[in-house]
């Protein structure tokens, strides 16, 4: 994972209300050339994926009832949502252990340097990824870190790790508890509470985490954020050499399972 980013607003244009429905023709397009060339055995998939991911023109879409947001804010751009959406329009072109390995992989993805993945996601959308990984993935980093980090240090005073302080976190990074947070969001975007999205399930949404990371980064000052930034990168590797453990262990038992010899079913007799 990269070490550091400045962070730089703005700089991606996808389709705006009026170019909408050439945006959707032409994202119908990039799908049914993507599943011809995935028919095709000699075709490297990552590539021929992120060579359509390079090309996406739509901000976000509604399909099979499940909304997908691809660009938060028109700065931070989420690859693996769209991966997650292509792969999922060419039915079981991708074998999942591989699709699962790179949705939950490092980034740049495995196999790629950072000059290949700036290369062929295109400046602008490698920008606004760097976006989106500092300003939602690394930020929900930071938020665990410092959970544990208040966890660890309530049990060192004898209290029970078990108490409920998450507001304590939110104190910490932003200065606010939560609803108070929320008040803010909803005054600045004009977000309002639906049957269908309650504030319990915004705060886990990427656009309130990267309107935190936005907030955050102007009131901090730059060491804090410096040392934030560090202790959110080393909290998701943990988390990542914790995933890779657990897939190397599944692989094993899915291996050990394979060569034991399949068992003879018991009959069940009839009943006359």
Same mark, same amino acid.
């Given at each position: 994972?990269?070490?550091?980013?400045?962070?730089?607003?703005?700089?991606?244009?996808? %389709?705006?209300?009026?170019? #909408? !429905? /050439?945006?959707?023709? /032409?994202?119908?397009?990039?799908i049914?050339?993507?599943?011809?060339? !995935?028919?095709?055995?000699?075709?490297?998939?990552?590539?021929?994926?992120?060579?359509?991911?390079?090309?996406?023109?739509?901000?976000?879409?509604?399909?099979?009832? =499940?909304h997908?947001?691809?660009?938060?804010?028109? =700065?931070?751009?989420?690859?693996?949502?769209?991966?997650? #959406?292509?792969?999922? %329009?060419?039915?079981?072109?991708?074998?999942?252990? =591989?699709?699962?390995?790179?949705?939950?992989?490092?980034?740049?993805?495995?196999?790629?340097?950072?000059?290949?993945?700036?290369?062929?996601?295109?400046?602008?959308?490698? $920008?606004?990824? &760097?976006?989106?990984?500092?300003?939602?993935?690394?930020?929900?980093? @930071?938020? !665990?870190?410092?959970? =544990?980090?208040?966890?660890?240090?309530?049990?060192?005073?004898? *209290?029970?790790?078990?108490?409920?302080?998450?507001?304590? %976190?939110?104190?910490? &990074?932003?200065?606010?508890l939560?609803?108070?947070? !929320?008040?803010?969001?909803?005054?600045?975007?004009?977000?309002?509470?639906?049957?269908?999205?309650?504030? *319990?399930?915004?705060?886990d949404?990427?656009?309130?985490?990267?309107?935190?990371?936005?907030r955050? *980064?102007?009131l901090?000052?730059?060491a804090?954020?410096?040392?934030?930034?560090?202790?959110? @990168?080393?909290?998701?590797? $943990?988390?990542?050499?914790?995933?890779v453990?657990? /897939? %190397?262990? &599944? $692989?094993?038992?899915?291996? /050990?399972?394979?060569?034991?010899?399949?068992?003879?079913?018991?009959?069940?007799?009839?009943?006359?």
């Amino acid at each position: 994972m990269t070490e550091s980013h400045t962070y730089e607003p703005g700089g991606l244009t996808l %389709a705006a209300d009026a170019d #909408r !429905l /050439q945006a959707e023709v /032409q994202a119908d397009n990039l799908i049914d050339d993507l599943r011809a060339r !995935l028919n095709d055995e000699n075709v490297d998939w990552k590539k021929a994926m992120f060579s359509v991911i390079a090309e996406w023109p739509l901000p976000d879409e509604d399909v099979d009832g =499940e909304h997908y947001t691809y660009l938060l804010d028109g =700065e931070a751009f989420d690859w693996r949502s769209l991966a997650d #959406r292509l792969i999922k %329009a060419c039915e079981d072109a991708v074998d999942p252990e =591989e699709m699962e390995a790179l949705l939950l992989g490092s980034d740049p993805p495995d196999g790629m340097t950072d000059e290949e993945f700036v290369r062929i996601l295109g400046f602008e959308k490698h $920008r606004a990824h &760097l976006n989106y990984l500092y300003g939602v993935t690394v930020e929900r980093g @930071l938020l !665990l870190a410092t959970e =544990e980090s208040i966890r660890k240090r309530r049990v060192s005073r004898g *209290f029970s790790p078990g108490d409920d302080h998450i507001d304590d %976190a939110y104190v910490d &990074l932003y200065r606010a508890l939560i609803d108070e947070l !929320l008040t803010e969001y909803s005054k600045d975007t004009g977000w309002t509470s639906t049957s269908k999205e309650t504030k *319990f399930n915004l705060v886990d949404s990427d656009a309130f985490t990267y309107w935190l990371f936005k907030r955050r *980064f102007k009131l901090a000052e730059p060491a804090r954020l410096a040392s934030d930034t560090r202790k959110a @990168l080393e909290q998701l590797e $943990r988390m990542r050499l914790a995933n890779v453990k657990r /897939q %190397a262990a &599944l $692989r094993i038992y899915r291996a /050990q399972v394979a060569k034991e010899p399949a068992k003879k079913r018991k009959r069940t007799p009839k009943v006359t």
